[in-house]
């Protein structure tokens, strides 16, 4: 992986290949290339390890490089060093045809062994090249291009989305998917391919989006696609919404502290989504939703990173609120667990993209289990998730651009509160939290009008900090902690203050700040004894309260930061926002690529 974008057209496309790249920048990425080909009939290729600016300073260097079909790609390592070697597109031999990859190959050991007794010579350490080679193979065999990739994409075993090009082929370009995510664009004489639609908004609006099995080929005055067994397909074409302009950084520094920002709005955008008459709608999680969720006696939610903490919020609203029981699993574990579905069982899968691999495989697993229903709780209407499951319900983040997610975890908060809220099926009983709710919005700008700079510049020093939290703030502790290892590189984990005894408070002294989130609700008092053990240690706390907590500031080992009051059912909303901008401010401070941090990606698409 990790982001790839194709152009055929009757005019130069690297400008447009250069643009679709830096729009896949918020994915992650650790190098980056493209390849054209020619009017001289040669497949031209760039390549730079590091930033797409370095690609586009190359190519701006070179007076010939151009072409009316090309493919680009930003590579973030899993088979292989970033290199440039590493870095795709990749070629075969004869340098017949160029190929951009997302996903793995899982049997390219094999295939790299058959490959080289067939005389190929391998110039990189990735599992992507093999594929160049068993397609430059076929085209050899066979004058049909669709023919020959079908062919070689016979001999795969993994996931894949690509794009090819090859020589001799001015006005073609090829693409297949199984496994991760690929889209098909439509312009006015050009089509185009990407592994999302961010890449392609300012071209055109129309998408189709590939199934697993698609082979695609695509010429500028059509596009054609194939099914698994080659037959002729025509895939649903829809409008995006998105707008251009959604997409701006504005007045913000980083993507990251606009998105933070922005936070208020989705909670209105999200809640308005499912509300009706001042009542839940329950029509809003699916058609089918009202009759599955009054039969449901059991959840089950399946997440990863940032969307599996929203999970665990949510499980114990769903819990408290409705009596049922909750379990949550790392999506990358709960199909080898051969977990039980018991009678009547909700499965809830979340994801920020809808593309995650891991969460999809879970869902792909549960699907053969005996749940009484399927719900994703996603950000992307299209997305892989959305269509496998039955139900959906769609957050109203728009589009998050930031690496470390932060208004997408918002809005799974507010779609699991609106969802734990209809399980408990006294709707009565949910209007005054309803209430509470529309009001968050206003006491989130209150929070963020706040100066944590200053709180922040006692850890920007730290190489290691310790966050806690009791009951429901405890995941929320574990997603200020996440944020700030994603983004600053400091060394942060997050316990059940409780815990503090069996182990952690071994690592507590003055080097070691700890950040503890203090709420007026029954953990309040046992939670302060645990602060005075940490204290009592030299250790440094930093506290986010509410008015009436009763802790007061102490020069050089206390440290507040109070936030609004709010129902005890809400805090785990209202203190996710300050943990946020205190990774952010910490960040930089220490100068750290807070959009882009290192070694990760925005769509986790291989397992």
């Not at 920048?25 to 001289?40: F, I, K, P, T």
């Not at 667990?337 to 979340?350: D, F, G, K, Y």
């Amino acid at each position: 992986m990790c982001g790839l974008v194709g152009v055929v057209a009757r005019r130069d496309v690297v400008p447009e290949l250069l643009q679709g790249l830096y729009r896949l920048e918020y994915r992650g990425y650790d190098s980056a290339g493209m390849a054209v080909l020619n009017g001289r009939d040669c497949i031209q290729r760039l390549r730079v390890a590091g930033r797409i600016s370095g690609l586009d300073t190359q190519y701006r260097e070179q007076s010939d490089f151009s072409g009316t079909v090309g493919i680009a790609h930003t590579r973030w390592a899993t088979h292989g060093r970033p290199s440039v070697d590493n870095a795709h597109p990749h070629v075969d031999g004869a340098e017949s045809v160029a190929l951009v990859h997302n996903g793995i190959i899982e049997n390219h050991a094999e295939l790299r062994k058959q490959l080289c007794l067939q005389g190929c010579r391998f110039n990189s350490e990735t599992d992507t090249e093999t594929l160049a080679h068993l397609a430059g193979l076929q085209l050899q065999e066979q004058d049909d291009p669709v023919q020959a990739m079908r062919a070689a994409l016979a001999r795969v075993q993994g996931s894949y989305a690509l794009g090819l090009i090859c020589r001799g082929e001015s006005d073609c370009m090829l693409a297949a998917r199984c496994g991760s995510p690929l889209v098909i664009g439509f312009g006015r004489g050009a089509n185009y391919i990407a592994s999302d639609v961010m890449a392609l908004l300012p071209l055109t609006s129309r998408f189709a989006v590939l199934e697993d099995g698609d082979v695609a080929l695509l010429q500028t005055a059509q596009v054609r696609i194939f099914d698994a067994e080659g037959n002729v397909v025509h895939r649903p074409v829809f409008q995006s919404e998105t707008e251009v302009a959604a997409t701006a950084k504005g007045n913000y520094r980083h993507y990251m502290l606009k998105e933070i920002h922005e936070q208020p709005t989705v909670v209105r955008a999200t809640l308005e989504a499912a509300l009706h008459a001042g009542r839940i709608n329950a029509q809003a999680f699916g058609a089918a939703a009202p009759g599955v969720l009054e039969r449901t006696r059991a959840v089950q939610v399946v997440a990863c990173g940032t969307s599996y903490h929203a999970g665990l919020i949510g499980a114990r609203w769903i819990e408290e609120l409705a009596g049922l029981p909750c379990r949550v699993e790392v999506a990358s574990e709960f199909r080898y667990q051969r977990p039980v579905a018991t009678a009547n069982s909700l499965l809830v899968a979340i994801s920020q993209s809808g593309e995650t691999a891991d969460t999809l495989a879970a869902t792909r697993y549960a699907a053969a289990q005996q749940y009484a229903g399927m719900l994703a709780i996603c950000n992307v209407s299209e997305s892989a998730l959305v269509r496998a499951c039955p139900l959906h319900f769609i957050t109203r983040a728009g589009i998050e651009i930031g690496v470390a997610s932060t208004k997408a975890f918002i809005s799974q908060l507010v779609a699991m509160l609106l969802l734990a809220l209809l399980l408990a099926r006294r709707h009565t009983a949910a209007q005054p939290l309803l209430r509470e709710l529309a009001a968050l919005p206003a006491q989130l700008e209150a929070v963020l009008a706040q100066d944590i700079a200053g709180v922040a510049a006692g850890l920007s020093q730290a190489r290691s900090a310790l966050y806690l939290g009791r009951g429901q703030l405890w995941p929320v502790a574990m997603e200020g902690a996440l944020k700030l290892k994603e983004i600053s590189y400091i060394h942060a984990e997050a316990y059940p203050a409780g815990e503090l005894k069996h182990g952690p408070l071994a690592l507590v002294d003055e080097a070691m700040p700890v950040v503890a989130l203090v709420a007026n609700d029954v953990h309040r008092e046992r939670l302060k004894a645990n602060l005075e053990e940490v204290l009592a240690r030299g250790g440094q706390l930093l506290l986010l309260t509410q008015p009436g907590s009763g802790i007061k500031p102490e020069p050089n080992r206390v440290r507040l930061l109070e936030l609004p009051a709010c129902p005890a059912l809400l805090t785990p909303l209202l203190y996710t926002v300050p943990l946020q901008l205190l990774a952010y401010e910490v960040a930089v401070l220490r100068g750290a690529d807070v959009d882009q941090p290192r070694n990760l990606a925005k769509s986790v698409t291989v397992e």
